[in-house]
């Protein structure tokens, strides 16, 4: 990351900063700075190393005589312990060549992607702002500079910091009304080219009200209409409107819902601009103003633009993430297996995505029947949660059946040939997964015969709740390119048991240790027992899958029959559940 300007590196905050105009910083919830842009370094004489972990306050607040300014007199302390947004004027920052800088600051609260609160802070040199309010076509709208400059930063941090396209637009409400306008409405582009009008949003007293009566579908755009917002929405031109403009003989669809508008909303003068993205135009913005004394001139539109603009990089980004998923969920969907049907066993089958992943990843599960009568369970994880990962595990779930139906062999000895052919023939680096056989044996009774190729072991619950993991059988992962044996290992599954599958975003919890996740598993599945199995398996996912999971979870339950027809724990059903069931 360039030095200039550092933050999180998980988070947009590093570039967020670099493109405000003026110097910025964001300090953590202690007070400490974590990202600071190129324009605070050099108005503050100090390398962006030098400022970054350092407490802002003891660094920077000076009093009028260089001295260190006591937390208790410093009004910027007080609003940031408060988080709430201040402003002040006529203050001093130290330079690290030892000068006071005249600074008028505004702070405010920012989302920078992470779970700790952050605190934005603008600042300018106080002669320059005096300099900048000199120039009237520099201010807009009764904001200073340092507002204007804010507004624009506040802007950035909150839109750029969510992939969805509602939230985005919610924050980019909160963030113009009543500040700049009375009225914001939204107008977007689909993918279709159909464009719908997605906000009508009206500032009363401390409330903001949608309209929905005035939002919904809109006519077509004109290509060649003059009106003000068809030209918005060709991305053609910023234009200043009223009343007035729309009382002529309407040209389109969009220029007669215009002028029902206006007439709804009682807008006396507002502002149209394209919603344009370095791809596209995705819409128009609006403001409007109905009942404060100024109108709207050329002047504000610059500063309109370039919000519609961070919008837009907002909502581009919003869309493109949609579309990731909708291909991984249509991909995952058509990967996930038909469960086959057993006479006598019943299996359950779920599949969770990762919730900030692209609804797909490398977990993944599969049970098939053999020619030689045995039903293949297995369950692996390659590595990754991308689509990359997704076609990794296409190609390791189809080349297992391959062989599994081609080859009457041992558990171990198909994995052994599976890992062979991943080396070589696919660019899955790693993978870990258990490759089970099922069969019903000579006296009726149900038996599993497995290998483990470094993957969590399977969990067999009893009928009365006694759990017990099957750690025998296990090797090593596959991918590593060690040609070791790998053992085999054989259980009975008495009957009305149930055998446990799973992938490890079930029971991984940051900050935990893996052997607390299996024991709240082994807890939990002990006591669900008695539960049929499709109730056994949506509350163990429940209750067992971390709040802050960050992975994605699939999982294959068994039950064998009970001992008697009617005992409640037997049914001769194989079940395919959807995967978004849970979600």
């Not at 006071?100 to 603008?122: F, Y």
């Not at 006519?219 to 209409?225: D, N, W």
């Not at 296409?394 to 599976?418: F, G």
Request: with cysteine; hydrophobic share 40%.
């Amino acid at each position: 990351m360039d030095q200039r300007s550092r933050g999180p590196a998980d988070t947009p905050v590093g570039g967020a900063l670099a493109a405000i105009g003026t110097g910025a910083y964001v300090v953590d919830e202690k007070g400490c700075i974590i990202a600071v842009n190129a324009r605070a370094a050099q108005l503050l004489a100090r390398p962006a190393e030098d400022l970054v972990g350092r407490d802002a306050h003891d660094l920077l607040h000076r009093d009028a005589r260089g001295q260190p300014m006591p937390t208790s007199r410093c009004s910027m302390r007080q609003a940031f312990h408060a988080g709430r947004t201040a402003q002040a004027e006529g203050e001093w920052f130290a330079r690290g060549d030892g000068s006071l800088l005249p600074v008028n600051w505004m702070i405010t609260p920012c989302d920078t992607g992470g779970r700790e609160a952050a605190t934005l802070v603008v600042f300018h040199c106080a002669q320059q702002a005096q300099e900048a309010g000199r120039r009237p076509e520099l201010v807009t709208y009764a904001l200073t500079e340092v507002e204007r400059l804010a507004l624009l930063a506040q802007t950035t941090t909150q839109l750029t910091s969510t992939l969805d396209a509602n939230e985005a637009l919610r924050r980019l409400v909160s963030l113009l009304v009543p500040r700049l306008a009375d009225w914001v409405v939204v107008d977007l582009i689909t993918e279709r080219d159909e464009v719908w009008r997605a906000a009508v949003v009206h500032a009363e007293d401390d409330a903001l009200v949608h309209h929905e009566e005035l939002q919904g579908p809109m006519p077509p755009v004109p290509e060649e209409s003059p009106m003000p917002l068809s030209r918005a929405l060709r991305g053609v031109s910023s234009t200043l409107a009223g009343p007035e403009t729309y009382q002529q003989p309407p040209d389109s669809g969009i220029a007669v819902e215009q002028r029902r508008l206006f007439e709804a909303t009682g807008v006396r003068s507002a502002a149209i601009v394209p919603i344009r993205s370095a791809r596209e135009v995705l819409g128009a913005l609006t403001l409007g103003r109905a009942e404060t004394a100024e109108d709207f001139t050329t002047a504000d539109l610059p500063l309109i633009e370039d919000l519609a603009r961070r919008a837009a990089v907002a909502l581009d980004n919003a869309r493109l993430y949609q579309r990731q998923r909708k291909v991984a969920e249509t991909m995952q969907n058509h990967l996930l297996p038909q469960l086959p049907h057993v006479p006598g066993l019943e299996m359950i089958a779920r599949y969770l995505p990762a919730p900030d992943a692209s609804q797909v990843g490398g977990d993944w599960y599969d049970a098939f029947c053999l020619s030689d009568g045995a039903t293949v369970l297995t369950i692996g994880d390659v590595v990754g949660h991308d689509l990359d990962a997704a076609a990794g595990m296409a190609q390791v779930r189809n080349m297992l059946r391959a062989y599994a139906w081609a080859q009457q062999e041992p558990p171990s000895r198909i994995v052994e040939r599976l890992d062979e052919a991943i080396t070589h023939i696919t660019d899955v680096p790693m993978a870990t997964m258990i490759f089970a056989r099922v069969k019903q044996a000579d006296d009726g009774h149900w038996e599993l015969s497995w290998t483990n190729a470094g993957h969590p072991p399977p969990l067999l619950i009893s009928r009365d709740g006694i759990t017990r993991y099957l750690t025998d059988g296990h090797g090593i992962l596959l991918g590593t390119g060690t040609r070791a044996p790998r053992p085999d290992a054989t259980a009975a599954l008495p009957a009305g048991s149930t055998l446990l599958l799973y992938t490890d975003g079930l029971i991984e919890e940051p900050g935990h240790s893996l052997d607390a996740g299996l024991d709240r598993l082994r807890q939990h599945a002990a006591a669900l027992a008695h539960r049929p199995l499709v109730s056994f398996t949506d509350q163990l996912l429940r209750r067992v899958r971390p709040a802050d999971n960050d992975d994605d979870v699939a999982l294959l339950a068994l039950r064998a029959p009970g001992k008697n027809a009617g005992d409640g724990h037997s049914a001769p059903l194989a079940v395919r559940t959807d995967p978004r069931a849970l979600t």
